[in-house]
C-alpha cells in the first residue's frame, strides 16, 4: 500500500469530513432498510399467530405415537426444533405413549413458522434417528403451516418491491455521498498519479477507508434499527438482515470510491467519459426493460420452480425501482433543454430572476442531477405507495365474497339430506340451492354451476361489481308459464295396456300389462323444480311351501292418481317420464291421460320428446304414449313441454368462453360427469368471474332446467345463504348438521393483503428521508460554492438576492423531480400494481378485473407535504458572513 498505515490514517484525516459523512449516511440507510425489513417482518408474525390462533382441533396439533419412552422421543423433537431454529415456538407435551406438539402463538415468528413448515414433515425421521424407534403421526398442524406459507409466500412478492424501491435508492444516496471523499482528494489523487503511483493503489486505498467508515457506520445503524424494531414491534429481527443492509452498503461503497477514484486519477477524454456514460444508461435502459418485461410476464418476483418451491426472482423485484430510476434519469436529461426553453422565453424581462437561476441551472445540469434524482425516486415511490394502498382499499373483502361467493355456504351436503332442509336450519334472510358438477373439456374439465336462478340476485354476492347476479338470474330463469294448475292437487291417469302375445314354438302366450313408473316434473314461478312420483305396480314377498320367497308383482293396467301439489308456490307441468318399473316382467308402452286440476284439463299438445331421451314419445288423442328403453338401468322416456328451452341457458366466463371460441348466442353440446350425459348449452351472456368456483371460471346455469334437460335427477349438494349474522348461521347448521361443511367468508385475508401495503408506505417514508438527507449535504456549501455567492453578493446583488439566487436555481432541480416523481409513478403503478394486488390476496383468478385506484386527496397532500420539506430545505441557503477572504482565494 501507498505510504503503509501512517499515510492512510493522514488521508484520512485531511478527508474526515466527508468520510464522517459517509459513515453517518451509512448508519441512515442501514437504518431504515433494518427498520422497514423488520417491520415487513413483524407483520408476517402478526399474520402467522392470526392463522394459528384461528385452529383449533386437530389442524393445531401433531400427536406422535410411540411404543417406548415418550420422553426419550420428547428429547429427540426437542432437538430436532432446536436444529431448526423453532425451539421456542411450540409446546410440548408428553403423555404415556405420545408427544403432543402444539405451536405458541404467543412467541412464534414467521421465519420459524416457515422452518416449521419444511421440517415437520420430517420430525418422525430425526425421532427414528435419535430413539431408534419411528413414531406414528396425526395431527393437521403441518397442513395449517403449509397454507400459512403459501399466504406468506404470496405476500413477500408485494414486499418485496417496497424493499427493491427503499434498496435502489439508498444504493444511489450512499454511491453519491461516497463520491464526495473522492472529489475532495481529486488534486492529491493526480498528484499521486503523477508521481507514479498505480491506479489499482490509489483505488484500494481509497475504497479501503472509505469502506471503513461506511461498515462502521452502517453496522451502528444496523443495530440501532434491530433494537428499535425490537422495542417497537416486539419481535427483533435477528443480525441476519442487518449483516446483508451492512454488506450492500459496503459493497455500494467500495465498487463507487474504485471506479470513481480510478477515473479521476488521469485526465481522459471528455468524449470517451460522455460515451462510456451514455453507454452506461442505454445498459440500465435494457436491463430494466428486461426486468419490466418479466415481471409483466410473472406478475410476482415470487416464481414457482421446477420442484413447486416458490422462490424470489431479484430481477423481477427490481423492476418498479429500476423503471423509476430510468424515469429519473429521464428527468434529468430533460431538465436543461427545459430550462433554456424557459429561459428564453423569459429573457425579455430585465429582472434577474428568474431568467438567472435557469440559465445556471441550464449550464451545469450535473450539480442538480443528484437532486432530481432522489427527488423524482421519492415522489415516485410515493405516488406508487398512494396507488397500491388505495387499490387495496378499494377491493377489500371483494376476494374473498369471490371465493365463497355468498355470505355462508354450506357444501358437502348428502344426497339422503334434503339441502332446503339444511338452508331452513339457519333461517337465512334468503337461501339458493346449487350442485357443482363439471363437463369433459379439451385440456380439462369444465366446471359448472347450478343454481336456483330465480335466487341469484337475493344470495349470490356481485364481487364487488364485476357482475349483475340478478341480471344473471333473468338471463338464466325459465320465462312464466302460460297457464299455470289451478288445483292444489294434480290428477292423471296412466294406462298400461297388455303387450301382444307372442308365439314360441306353435303356442301363443298371453302377456300382462307393463309395471311403470312415472315421475312429474312441476316448475314454480319461483324457479323451484318439485319432482313427484308414482307407479301402477305394488311389490310383496311371497313364501312358497319350501320357505323360499320371491315377490309377487301386481300390476294394475289403469292407474289414476292425484298427488299434492307443495305449498305455498304456484305451479306448473314442465315435464313427464315414464320408465319400467325395476320388477316389471312384461314390455309395453304407457300412456298418460286425462291430466286435471282444479277441475281443468292441462293440455299436453306441445310436449315434446326431451333431448336425448330414451325410447320414444308420441302424442295420442287423449294424451302422451310412453315408449321406454326396455335394458337395465335405462333413464325415463321424458316428455316436456314447451316453456322448457331446447338448450339450457349459461352464463359463461369470459376466459372459458375465449378458450373455446364462443360467444352470446353461440350453442355447444358437452359431456356432464356425474351424471354421464350429453347436454346441450346455450350461451346467455359473458362474465368476467363465477363466483363461489375454486378458479373464478366456468359455467353458470339454473339447477331446474339443467334438472329438466337430464334423465337422471340432479340433487343439489350445496346451500347458499344470505344473511347479516353469518357466525350465527354458521353455528345453527353446525348443531342441525355437523357432516355439512360451512364455508365464511374470512377477513383475515383483506387484514393480511392490507399489511403489505405498510411496506411501501414505509419504502416511501425511507424514501423522503433519503431525499432530505440528500438535499441538505446539497445545500452545504462548498468552497466553491461560497465563493459563487460571494461573487454573485459583491456584483450588486447583495447577500440576501444571491441566496434567493442560489434557492431559486435549486427549487427548480426539485420541480423538475416533482414532475418526473409524479409521472414515472403513475406509470410505474399502472403497469405494477394491479398484479401486486393480485399477488397479495394470493386467491384472486387472473380474470378478475383490479381496478387501478387513487385517493386523491389524501395523495396529493402527501406529495404537497413533501414537496414543501424539500423547498424549504433548498431555501435555507445562505450567503458567507465575510467575503473577502473567499474573493482573495483565487489571488
Not at 287 to 308: E, M, S, Y
Not at 612 to 619: K, L, Q, Y
Not at 737 to 756: C, H, K, L, M, Y
Request: hydrophobic share 55%; glycine share 10%; proline share 6%.
Amino acid at each position: 500500500m501507498i505510504g503503509g498505515p501512517r499515510f492512510a490514517l493522514a488521508r484520512a484525516r485531511a478527508a474526515l469530513a466527508p468520510l464522517v459523512t459517509l459513515a453517518i449516511v451509512a448508519a441512515l440507510a442501514a437504518l431504515l432498510v433494518v427498520g422497514v425489513a423488520g417491520l415487513v417482518a413483524s407483520v408476517e408474525t402478526r399474520e402467522v399467530r392470526g392463522a394459528l390462533a384461528a385452529a383449533t382441533g386437530d389442524r393445531a396439533q401433531i400427536v406422535l405415537t410411540v411404543d417406548g419412552s415418550a420422553d426419550a422421543a420428547s428429547d429427540a423433537v426437542s432437538s430436532a426444533l432446536a436444529s431448526l431454529g423453532a425451539g421456542g415456538a411450540m409446546e410440548i407435551a408428553v403423555d404415556e405413549r405420545s408427544v403432543v406438539l402444539s405451536p405458541d402463538p404467543d412467541s412464534i415468528t414467521a421465519a420459524q413458522a416457515l422452518a416449521l413448515a419444511d421440517g415437520l414433515p420430517r420430525l418422525r425421521d430425526a425421532v427414528e434417528d435419535r430413539t431408534g424407534e419411528r413414531p406414528q403421526s396425526s395431527g393437521g398442524l403441518a397442513d395449517t403451516l403449509d397454507a400459512v406459507r403459501e399466504g406468506i409466500e404470496a405476500r413477500r412478492g408485494p414486499t418485496s418491491v417496497a424493499l427493491g424501491l427503499l434498496g435502489l435508492l439508498t444504493a444511489v444516496v450512499v454511491g453519491a455521498v461516497a463520491l464526495e471523499p473522492v472529489r475532495a482528494r481529486d488534486a492529491e489523487s493526480r498528484l499521486l498519479r503523477a508521481r507514479g503511483a498505480r491506479r489499482r493503489d490509489l483505488a484500494s486505498l481509497a475504497s479501503l477507508e472509505a469502506v471503513t467508515f461506511a461498515v462502521v457506520g452502517a453496522a451502528a445503524g444496523a443495530v440501532a434499527g434491530t433494537a428499535g424494531v425490537g422495542l417497537v414491534a416486539g419481535a427483533a429481527p435477528g443480525f441476519l438482515v442487518g449483516g446483508i443492509a451492512s454488506l450492500g452498503i459496503a459493497l455500494v461503497t467500495g465498487i463507487v470510491v474504485a471506479v470513481a477514484t480510478g477515473r479521476s486519477a488521469e485526465r481522459g477524454s471528455a468524449r470517451a467519459r460522455a460515451v462510456a456514460d451514455i453507454g452506461a444508461i442505454v445498459l440500465l435502459a435494457v436491463i430494466t426493460g428486461l426486468a419490466v418485461w418479466q415481471f409483466v410476464q410473472a406478475g410476482t418476483p415470487i416464481v414457482q420452480r421446477g420442484d413447486g418451491a416458490a422462490t424470489l426472482d431479484p430481477l423481477v423485484a427490481l423492476a418498479p425501482a429500476l423503471a423509476l430510476g430510468l424515469a429519473a434519469l429521464v428527468a434529468v436529461a430533460f431538465a436543461t433543454p427545459i430550462a433554456r426553453a424557459i429561459a428564453a422565453a423569459l429573457s425579455p424581462s430585465r429582472g434577474v430572476s428568474p431568467v438567472t437561476p435557469l440559465r445556471l441551472a441550464s449550464r451545469r445540469p450535473a450539480r442538480h442531477a443528484l437532486s432530481i434524482t432522489v427527488v423524482a425516486f421519492a415522489v415516485g415511490t410515493i405516488t406508487l405507495a398512494g396507488a397500491y394502498q388505495s387499490s387495496l382499499t378499494a377491493l377489500g373483502d371483494a376476494p374473498e365474497a369471490l371465493r365463497v361467493g355468498a355470505d355462508v355456504k354450506i357444501g358437502t351436503i348428502p344426497e339422503d339430506v334434503a339441502a332446503a332442509d339444511v338452508a331452513a336450519s339457519g333461517s337465512p334472510d334468503a337461501a339458493m340451492l346449487a350442485r357443482p358438477l363439471s363437463a369433459e373439456g379439451a385440456d380439462a374439465r369444465i366446471p359448472i354451476l347450478a343454481v336456483e336462478a330465480a335466487q341469484l340476485g337475493e344470495v349470490m354476492l356481485d364481487a364487488d361489481g364485476a357482475i349483475d347476479p340478478a341480471a344473471l338470474g333473468a338471463a338464466l330463469a325459465l320465462p312464466a308459464a302460460d297457464a299455470a294448475l289451478g288445483g292444489d292437487e294434480l290428477t292423471l291417469t296412466l294406462l298400461a295396456p297388455p303387450a301382444p302375445p307372442i308365439e314360441h314354438e306353435g303356442e301363443v302366450f298371453e302377456q300382462g300389462s307393463p309395471a311403470l313408473q312415472v315421475r312429474v316434473t312441476l316448475l314454480a314461478a319461483s324457479g323451484a323444480v318439485e319432482t313427484l312420483e308414482f307407479t301402477n305396480a305394488d311389490v310383496e314377498m311371497s313364501e312358497d311351501d319350501n320357505g323360499n320367497t320371491f315377490p309377487d308383482v301386481r300390476v294394475r293396467p289403469v292407474e289414476t292418481v292425484s298427488l299434492d301439489l307443495p305449498d305455498g308456490q304456484q305451479w306448473s307441468l314442465a315435464a313427464l317420464g315414464v320408465a319400467y318399473h325395476p320388477m316389471s316382467y312384461f314390455p309395453g308402452e304407457g300412456e298418460i291421460t286425462d291430466v286435471t286440476s282444479g277441475g281443468e284439463a292441462v293440455d299436453l299438445s306441445g310436449f315434446r320428446p326431451a333431448a336425448g331421451t330414451p325410447g320414444s314419445v308420441a302424442e295420442s288423442e287423449a294424451g302422451l304414449v310412453f315408449a321406454p328403453e326396455a335394458a337395465a338401468g335405462e333413464p325415463f322416456t321424458r316428455a316436456v313441454s314447451p316453456l322448457v328451452p331446447a338448450a339450457v341457458p349459461a352464463v359463461v366466463t369470459a376466459d372459458l368462453a375465449a378458450s373455446m371460441s364462443l360467444e352470446a348466442g353461440d350453442r355447444i353440446a358437452l359431456e356432464l360427469v356425474k351424471p354421464d350425459i350429453e347436454v346441450e348449452f346455450e350461451v346467455a351472456d359473458v362474465v368476467p368471474v363465477l363466483p363461489g368456483t375454486a378458479s373464478g371460471e366456468g359455467m353458470l346455469v339454473d339447477l331446474g332446467t339443467l334438472s329438466m334437460a337430464s334423465p337422471f335427477p340432479i340433487v343439489p349438494t350445496q346451500a347458499w345463504l344470505a344473511t347479516d349474522h353469518p357466525g350465527a348461521v354458521v353455528e345453527a347448521v353446525a348443531a342441525a348438521f355437523p357432516q355439512t361443511v360451512t364455508i365464511v367468508a374470512d377477513p383475515r385475508s383483506a387484514e393480511n393483503a392490507a399489511g403489505t401495503a405498510s411496506a411501501f408506505v414505509l419504502a416511501a417514508i425511507g424514501a423522503v428521508v433519503l431525499a432530505m438527507v440528500v438535499l441538505v449535504l446539497r445545500r452545504t456549501r462548498s468552497r466553491a460554492d461560497a465563493r459563487e455567492l460571494a461573487l454573485f453578493a459583491v456584483m450588486g446583488l447583495g447577500r440576501r438576492r444571491a441566496s434567493r439566487l442560489r434557492a431559486q436555481e435549486d427549487l427548480f432541480a426539485v420541480v423538475m423531480g416533482v414532475v418526473g416523481g409524479i409521472a414515472a409513478g403513475a406509470l410505474t403503478a399502472w403497469l405494477v400494481v394491479a398484479p401486486l394486488v393480485r399477488a397479495a390476496y394470493g386467491s384472486v383468478p387472473a380474470s378478475y378485473p383490479i381496478a387501478l385506484s387513487v385517493q386523491p386527496v389524501v395523495l396529493t397532500v402527501a406529495i404537497a407535504a413533501t414537496v414543501a420539506v424539500f423547498c424549504l430545505i433548498v431555501a435555507s441557503v445562505r450567503t458567507p458572513a465575510h467575503l473577502a477572504p473567499l474573493l482573495r482565494e483565487d489571488e
